[in-house]
């Protein structure tokens, strides 16, 4: 069972960044594909970026403005978010699964992330 944490979450104003961080319990977490999503008040969550064997994947909306990595020796993964707008305001999560055609198993608790305009 992958425990997964978020971290980094906060209040920022438009145009500022935030990195996420998502850290794994297990060291078998360095092989698994994780990806974002997101899920802003009244609305479906949705994808914002993964990373699964050294390639990554952008929503249109993270394009140019997020970057998804991975540091396998600290068992984390992480979203830098650059150019932040008020509309990527959300509950983010980060999310494993062991293999590119199964679902995403596990799932972190999410972290707030609040961009002012």
């Known amino acids: 069972q992958v425990q997964l944490a978020e971290s980094g979450g906060g209040l920022v104003q438009a145009g500022g960044s935030l990195r996420l961080s998502c850290t794994a319990s297990e060291r078998t977490f360095s092989s698994y594909g994780v990806g974002w999503f997101r899920q802003a008040p009244g609305k479906e969550r949705e994808f914002v970026a993964s990373?699964?064997?050294?390639?990554?994947w952008y929503a249109d909306s993270a394009k140019g403005r997020f970057t998804i990595s991975r540091d396998k020796v600290k068992n984390t993964v992480y979203l830098q978010m650059n150019g932040l707008k008020p509309e990527d305001t959300a509950v983010y999560y980060c999310?494993?699964?062991?293999?590119?055609?199964?679902?995403?198993?596990?799932w972190g608790q999410g972290t707030q992330v609040t961009v002012s305009s």
């Open positions: 999310a494993a699964r062991n293999g590119p055609t199964r679902p995403y198993d596990y």
């Open positions: 990373i699964a064997r050294g390639n990554t």
